[in-house]
């Protein structure tokens, strides 16, 4: 039981919720880059928490489902179709084995999450099924997904058609505040320097990817080239030579030796990997006391937002 | 011994600033102590140089627990373990088909060719730290007089089994990747397999050696010129 695809789009991925403790190895994580959308593709599915979807990039994917299922696209607002009529997002849609599925190119937001009942059934390498194409793990053979590629996935005869109402849906914007810890190689970045970059607006640069969303802006000075090898954690900004920020992201490598000006809040990166090149970011420095409470009440607030039913 | 938050969700533990067989040794220990005391509170750890980052569950514990564990835990284990001490050949074809800048290298520290390959292969190096890409291990420390910068310019691609030289670290490129380092020879020993366990020949704190082998025997063994 599959579903095939007719049209691959411009990157379209098979992951879950991420490779975790393979850092040693030189294995990233992978896995959705907004988790806030790559979570309410899987809970108004009903499925279990890291169930196997596709993250769509920028759009441009085309399906033909061979089986009788439920499906559900959260994310950037890419137009969905079933054999031509339009369907709602961020909703579940019954599918019938021969019909085609759509999705369009994204109006605002880049990435998007398409799940299937009961999520795809994907062997797990390293514990997951998140494809890391520059690594060549998961997934479908480690690459992204080509015409002809059949992905397997249950029949499903009944489940709930949840969604989520209009007012609970995020908003995708053209700039973002990026809360920022500042990290402990702060020493190495004068006054000015900081407040430059905290002061500063960024544009995201064409070379922004799943490793990393480099930015350009006002160039910021460091009085290292860099520091002995060490490991990185998710949304450090590194600062290169170049003076240009670089905030690492799921695909980022596990060691390297550039100084970073400090690590950013996870829910702003999720908003983040939503820029495309040309649309902005400003940096706003937090505490880690702050940044531990922002994530808490966001997990309680994403928690406590009700699923619609329709009957 | 320094410990820094590094982000909402993870510490560094500094144990220097420079990189020697004595901080890998601590770093070493200090790793499989900080598994044992955190528990499953533990994301994810990567050891380095001269430093651990540690990836903690923050559903879990937070930093001030995670610290005042990582202390005690150190505190007790600070003596480094002697660790089981393998060491491992690899061969590799020296020549400028298998390395391109074998030549430019040798021409800059004024050396011959032959040795260059002799002051590659002479020394045992330590795995200091994996990372950058699965598989890649970094090993040091080279020869001072074969000590090279990175390229100024990354190249987009460098051929898989590449054996290559960056100031005085050196290691084989497990697949084809970007990369700025020296290019000297091709290694034909599969360093990354998904699908065996344990899927590295190698890993931190064991000892590598190279060995030159011949054109035809690195064929022998597998290699590629491609």
Known sequence: MTMRVVQSGVLSLLQDSGRQGQHRIGLSNGGPMD???????????????ASTVIEISVGGLQLKTLVDTYICLTGATMPLSINGHEKALWAVQRVCAGDIIDVGFAKSGCRSYFGVADGFTIK????????????????????????????????????????????????????LTVRVIPGYQQRHFNRVEQRRFFGSTYRISERCDRMGYRLEGPVIA????????????????????????????????????????????????????????????????????????????????TLRKALQEHR | MKL????????????????????????????????????????????????????????????????????????????????E??????????????????????????????????????????????????????????????AAPRLHTPRAVVPGGSVAIADRQTAVYPSASPGGWNLIGRCPVTMFDPNIQPCMPVSVGDTVRFEAISREHFLTLGGNLA
């Open chain 1, 35 to 49: 988790r806030e959308a790559f979570h309410y593709c899987n809970r108004l599915l009903e499925n279990a928490p």
């Open chain 1, 124 to 175: 797990a390498s390293f514990g997951s099924t998140a494809t890391v194409v520059r690594e060549n793990i998961g997934g479908l053979q480690g690459h992204s997904l080509h015409v002809g590629d059949e992905l397997p996935c249950p029949t499903v005869t009944a489940r709930k058609q949840y969604y989520l109402a209009d007012r609970d849906q995020p908003r995708y914007q053209n700039t």
């Open chain 1, 222 to 301: 460091c009085d290292i080239q860099g520091v002995l090898s060490e490991g990185i954690c998710f949304g450090s900004i590194q600062l290169p030579p170049d003076g240009q920020p670089i905030v690492l992201l799921n695909d980022r490598q596990t060691i390297g030796g550039y100084p970073k000006i400090g690590a950013a809040l996870s829910l702003d990166v999720a908003r983040m990997t939503q820029l495309v090149p040309g649309n902005s970011v400003h940096f706003a420095p937090i505490t880690h006391h702050t940044a531990r409470k922002a994530v808490e009440w966001a997990q309680l607030f």
């Open chain 2, 4 to 83: 820094r938050i590094a982000g909402e969700d993870a510490l560094m533990v500094y144990f220097g600033d420079v990189m020697n067989a004595q901080t890998s040794a601590r770093i070493q220990a200090a790793t499989s102590a900080i598994e044992h005391a955190m528990g499953e509170d533990l994301i994810d750890l990567v050891p380095s140089y001269a430093s651990v980052l540690i990836l903690y569950n923050p559903l879990r514990t937070n930093h001030v627990s995670v610290a005042r564990r990582v202390r005690s835990a150190l505190a007790t284990a600070s003596a480094p373990i002697a660790a």
């Open chain 2, 85 to 146: 001490h393998r060491t491992i050949v690899l061969p590799v074809y020296y020549a400028t088909e298998a390395g391109i800048d074998l030549e430019p290298l040798a021409a800059r520290a004024g050396l011959s060719i032959n040795t260059v390959i002799e002051l590659h292969t002479r020394a045992e190096y330590r795995v200091y730290a994996i990372g950058f890409a699965p598989g890649f291990a970094y090993l040091g420390e080279v020869d001072e007089r074969i």
